[in-house]
């Protein structure tokens, strides 16, 4: 690359967070790894957080920054949540895309130990994130969680009880943004996005990615870096609360 080409494509660097800290529940994966690294080109402090030690590491590495740190912590364990808050102390920015696939049985042979997994990982986790980050969560900063398109488009059969879940989230923040003002609360809520939650369709991903974009008034389908700059809004507009914003290239319209 030439000198004008470096010159040409330098932007100055973005200030939006810095001396900020932000937590990112799900920072080792997917949507999290993407709003950790746009955090992190904002100016923040970040710490990312998820179950696996080995998961956290290759995200260390891929971030690849002095200002990233990661802590192991499953956020369906209340006394790893209370450690959590406690070992990071005060911060500024609360985001969590932690999230596992849910249960897609019709309501009638539903696996009741599926579904009670899959609430207590995604709502009873926001829910226990919300109780211990309010402790050391500073004054102006915000909380954001995750539902998606399954709440507007939930597949049929077997979408019911994501599509429950999904939904509960805007009227958790809603209330919760009320509760706890001026901290805000928001909901991003995604469509498809290219991550690794997809591996489990194997080879099929690149058709299923290809038939859905045709069909999307976007005509693409994002990652997880379009998809961060949601968060990193979200925690900059300080007027933007009890919010869910829909990223989801008009999937909810189709
Ligand atoms: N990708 C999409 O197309 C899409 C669309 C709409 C909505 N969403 C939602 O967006 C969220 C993120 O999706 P993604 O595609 O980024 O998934 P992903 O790549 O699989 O990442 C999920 C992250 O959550 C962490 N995690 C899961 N359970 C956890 C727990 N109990 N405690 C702490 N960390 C936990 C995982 O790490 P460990 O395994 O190490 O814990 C991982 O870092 C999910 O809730 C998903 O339902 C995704």
């Known amino acids: 690359m ?23 529940i799900g920072g080792s994966s997917g949507i999290g790894l993407g709003v950790a690294e746009a955090a992190l080109n904002c100016g923040a402090e970040v710490v990312i957080v998820s179950r696996s030690p080995a998961k956290l590491q290759a995200a260390e590495r891929t971030l690849n920054t002095g200002h990233v740190t990661s ?3 499953d956020m369906t364990d209340e006394a790893d949540v209370a450690r959590l808050f406690e070992e990071i102390g005060p911060f500024d920015h609360l985001v969590s895309t932690a999230g596992t696939l849910p249960p897609g049985d019709p309501i009638g042979s539903t696996d009741m130990e599926a ?16 109780k211990h980050a309010v402790r050391t969560l500073k004054a102006g900063g915000s909380m954001t969680f ?24 805007s009227y958790f923040a809603r209330a919760l943004a009320l509760e ?10 995604p469509g498809w996005v290219d991550t690794p939650m997809w591996d489990i369709v194997g080879e099929a991903k690149s058709s299923f990615f290809a038939d859905m ?3 999307l008034p976007s005509r693409k389908i994002p990652t997880a870096a379009d998809v961060a700059a949601a968060y990193v809004y979200l925690m ?4 933007t609360t009890g919010e869910t914003i829909r990223i989801d290239g008009g999937h909810n319209l189709i």
Do not use: H
């Open 2 to 24: 030439t000198l004008t080409e470096i010159a040409n494509e330098w932007r100055p660097p973005m200030t939006s967070l810095v001396d900020r800290k932000v937590i990112v």
């Open 180 to 189: 706890l003002a001026p901290t805000r609360v928001n909901v991003v809520s």
């Open 213 to 215: 974009a045709a069909r």
């Open 115 to 130: 579904v009670r997994g899959f609430v207590e990982n995604k709502l009873i986790g926001a829910v226990m994130l919300s």
């Open 71 to 73: 802590l192991v912590a």
């Open 146 to 169: 995750t539902s998606g398109i399954n709440k507007d488009k939930p597949p049929v059969p077997g979408g019911s009880v994501v599509s429950a879940i999904a939904g509960s989230f």
């Open 236 to 239: 900059e507009s300080e007027f």
